[in-house]
């Protein structure tokens, strides 16, 4: 009789719910076994469901390339509500049909594994371009008006000379010659557009980690910008940085009684 280690071996192989073999496996009343059975299962189970949110999550995309368009964008943006620090866009083309185990809205992936999706993206990506507005500029042009110019200026950094023949773009419309389409939601409907989010957001985190040294006692490595209790009473306590947005309350005030 095979021992449980070596029958774990064996369903380690089984990557189908209906496969045959399953039920000799249950005829073998161990315990063990019948937890292995159970365990790899489910992870069989949580494969598919995962294949298939990916699959859904690919549909804007699958429409397009019967379309004929090969280098399609996704467009996102990370840091409209901050209180400090830029906006940031991301542009990123992913391969046809290229499926990223736990991509998804960068808000609903968990904070830990961020760099890890991050990385993968990048790696897979065929390009990546990055467009950032700073503080100034939003107070300039407003923060709708500067989400746009960073959305452009991603498009117009991407990498490796390679231009989108169709933009996927997160809730904007933008102002360039290239077919696109505004999707509402669309880092959780679109796997490319989900790409930029992450993308944008690791970006950002880390422009702010590094803003954290240069002006602590804001809690911009923790909060990133945005008006936290820790962050209000350093505004409060030592008053606006260069980073911060003057035409953002409660910092215009705060900054008309300096």
């Known amino acids: 009789m095979a021992t449980i280690k070596e029958i774990k071996k064996e369903l380690a192989l089984l990557d189908s719910l209906d496969d045959p073999q399953w039920q000799v496996f249950k005829e073998d009343s161990r315990r063990g076994v019948q937890q292995a059975i159970q365990q790899r299962q489910k992870a069989i189970q949580t494969k598919q469901d995962e294949d298939a949110r990916l699959e859904s999550m690919l549909s804007y995309e699958k429409a397009l390339y019967d379309q004929g368009y090969n280098m399609i964008a996704g467009i996102d943006e990370v840091g409209r509500g901050p209180l400090a620090g830029p906006v940031v866009a991301a542009c990123v083309i992913l391969p046809s049909n290229e499926k990223i185990t736990g991509l998804n ?10 760099k890890m999706v991050y990385q993968e993206v990048m790696d897979k990506a065929l390009a990546v371009g990055i467009g950032i507005m700073d503080n100034e500029m939003i ?26 023949d169709y933009l996927l773009i ?11 389409k505004s999707i509402i939601k669309g880092d959780a409907n679109s796997l490319s557009i989900a790409a930029a ?53 409660p910092v215009k005030s705060l900054g008309s009684n300096l």
């Open 105 to 114: 809205d960068s808000k609903k992936i968990p904070k830990a594994k961020h």
């Open 170 to 180: 997160d809730a904007m419309t933008l102002n360039l010659d290239i077919p696109q």
């Open 197 to 249: 989010s992450i993308v944008a957001k690791v970006t950002r985190d880390q422009m702010m980690v590094d803003f954290d040294k240069t002006y602590p006692g804001y809690g911009f490595a923790q909060n990133a910008g945005y008006g936290t209790k820790v962050h209000i009473e350093g505004l409060k306590q030592q008053g606006i940085t260069p980073i911060h947005r003057r035409s953002f309350e």
């Open 139 to 164: 107070d300039q042009v407003n923060i709708y008006e500067a989400t746009k110019l960073a959305m452009i200026e991603a498009v117009t950094n991407l990498s490796k000379d390679i231009t989108p």
